[in-house]
């Protein structure tokens, strides 16, 4: 691509920086969930020549001429993603997670309206009603919690609850809940309640779309979703919902909440969605699930403590408690070595969130540079060994150059 040759000869300064970070992303071991390394492909539709168009609107009813091609693309990514997803309506323009979840709200709810999602500290996401994020100030919370004994979702006691606050929009998602949903038990708990159900499978959509996680569009009035998890494409999103819903989500995200589509992003997204269906991307999405589950098997063999015993999807949470290790300094030390995570709350955790008791552990970024069970498991026998020795300088230096020789076998994409 054109920029690659004029970067350096422009902007050395920058280029320099581009240089150091896809090294040190090429020299280590990322195991942050929401991660993963996208396609050349859609990489190159991120810098192509779409920045350089405004299109505000939809295909066939734009607020500025020029369209003839950048409707197409927009058009292209909507059925690609209609066809995985099968989906009855797509909107493929919200500029990331967040404001399509805002979207959402803006959609179904109006501010001080009661809203129901999973508790942040439970594994829900900032934007389920947050304190810290504008969900938690324009509308009235009410969170439902995991099972303290087991630590899994109790759909009775989300049932209990919903009946009790009467929320006029339910949210089924997280961002560090390590099994699977019952969109099934979701869906009747809206019934009941007379709400519309948004699912947010931002961390799940590339299984969903692989067929490694069940799907919630035949459940979800609407589901919102990043594309750059699992889905391996651009920083993006995208909301899918029934045709009954369609007017007024578009309307939500524009003019409701946005200006300009990022064409380029919707361009990146189409490619994303055509590797998404292909045979491999399956492969790949079978593959996220076996290598969480066996570095969770190499944790648990070795003495540790995981939330909910395991996993069912691409992720793991390490509650750390009975190691007497905080997060953060784990979090640290495993970075020195070139395993790459992060600190994480975990359920009743008696620690902040700035410092809490868990770390979470993902797969999607290594599967896709090729890493099997065997790798995973070397993994959890590296974390190990670093925990172990209570985070010992020596034993870091020497992990990493393993973690480094290891990756020199694995290339990015
Ligand atoms: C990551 C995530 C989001 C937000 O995505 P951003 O693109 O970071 O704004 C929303 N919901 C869930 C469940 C997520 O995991």
């Given at each position: 691509m054109q920029f690659l040759s004029s970067l350096p000869m422009f902007d050395p300064a920058l280029a320099a920086l581009l240089q150091a970070e896809e090294e040190k992303q090429r020299d280590s071991i990322r195991l942050i969930a929401s991660e993963n390394f996208a396609s050349a492909a859609v990489r190159e539709a991120c810098g192509?020549?779409?920045?350089?168009k405004y299109s505000e609107g939809y295909p066939g009813a734009r607020?500025?001429?020029?369209?003839q091609i950048v409707d197409q693309v927009e058009r292209l990514a909507m059925a690609r993603a209609r066809l995985i997803f099968n989906a009855e309506h797509v909107n493929v323009?919200?500029?990331?997670g967040s404001p399509a979840n805002l979207a959402a709200y803006l959609a179904f709810v109006r501010p001080g309206d009661t809203v129901m999602g999973m508790r942040l500290a439970h594994g829900?996401?900032?934007?389920?009603?947050?304190?810290?994020s504008i969900t938690g100030k324009y509308w009235n919370i009410a969170s439902y919690e995991l099972?303290?004994?087991?630590?899994l979702l109790d759909y009775d006691l989300i049932r209990t609850k919903a009946l009790q606050h009467r929320p006029k929009l339910l949210i089924a998602g997280h961002s560090a809940y390590p099994r699977q949903l019952d969109f099934a038990a979701f869906r009747k708990i809206a019934d009941e309640i007379g709400a519309p159900l948004l699912v947010d499978m931002a961390h799940i959509a590339g299984l969903v779309a692989g067929g490694a996680h069940p799907s919630p569009i035949p459940y979800a009035d609407v589901v919102t979703t990043t594309t750059h998890k699992t889905l391996r494409g651009p920083r993006g999103a995208m909301i899918m919902c029934r045709a009954e819903h369609a007017s007024k989500i578009d309307k939500a995200v524009f003019p409701g909440l946005q200006g300009g589509p990022h064409n380029n992003t919707t361009a990146a997204i189409a490619v994303a969605l055509h590797e998404a269906a292909q045979p491999d991307f399956a492969e790949y999405a079978k593959q996220c699930v076996l290598n969480a589950q066996a570095l969770g098997r190499g944790l648990l063999e070795r003495g540790f403590t995981l939330v909910t015993g395991?996993?069912?999807?691409h992720l793991l949470l390490i509650d750390l408690r009975k190691k007497g290790l905080p997060g953060k300094a784990v979090a640290e030390a495993l970075d020195r070595a070139g395993l790459v995570a992060n600190y994480n709350s975990v359920p009743w955790d008696d620690r902040p969130p700035q410092d809490p008791s868990g770390i979470r552990l993902g797969s999607p970024a290594m599967t896709t540079r090729g890493f099997g069970e065997k790798e995973f498991l070397q993994i959890a026998e590296w974390i190990d060994r670093i925990v172990a020795s209570g985070l010992d300088d020596v034993t870091i230096f020497q992990v990493g150059g393993e973690v480094r020789e290891l990756c020199r076998s694995f290339p990015m994409p």
């Open positions: 192509s020549v779409l920045t350089n607020y500025y001429e020029g369209q323009q919200p500029y990331s829900g996401h900032l934007t389920h009603g947050s304190r810290a099972d303290p004994h087991t630590g395991g996993t069912d999807n």
